[in-house]
């Protein structure tokens, strides 16, 4: 066998070996700015994918495909979900400021693949979220033993 059938042979168990990304089996509720996110994310993907074929580009193809099928079954199972306005008690989509020994924080509470935390946003699957959600301003959540007061809510 020549080293060239064999380098082809390992480059192709190379691209199959690219496996799936994960699809959470949590419901998956959006914001509008998350199914933008979507949308814009797919644009993006069919853009790279063209010029990975125009370029013959085997491993890129792989992964964009990959990345294609994640993000149309995110589309494709993506529930909008937007709080009621005036809402008095912590829902998905709204925003929450908390307080903590004299620290406070403030965290939208998002879909699993736009949350963020380090720009404020938190998923809704989250301990946090989970903890917060049906409480009212002047409730306290406990998470991993500290317990944070809801000082305010808001629609963003």
Excluded: C
């Amino acid at each position: 066998m020549s080293r060239a059938f064999t380098r082809e042979e390992d480059s192709e168990n190379a691209i199959a070996g690219v496996g799936e990304r994960p699809i959470s089996t949590h419901r998956n509720l959006v914001t509008e700015r998350g199914l933008a996110q979507i949308d814009d994310n797919l644009a993006d993907l069919r853009d790279i994918m063209a010029k990975a074929e125009r370029k013959a580009d085997r491993e890129r193809i792989a992964v964009v495909s990959r990345d294609l099928r994640y993000w149309t079954a995110r589309r494709e199972s993506a529930e909008l979900s937007v709080p009621e306005p005036g809402s008095d008690v912590v829902r998905f989509g709204m925003g929450v400021t908390l307080q903590s020994d004299g620290r406070k924080v403030h965290w939208k509470i998002v879909g699993e693949d736009e949350a963020d935390p380090a720009k404020g946003s938190i998923s809704h699957v989250s301990p946090m979220a989970v903890a917060l959600f049906g409480k009212k301003v002047g409730d306290v959540a406990s998470v991993n033993g500290k317990e944070w007061e809801i000082v305010k809510l808001s629609e963003s």
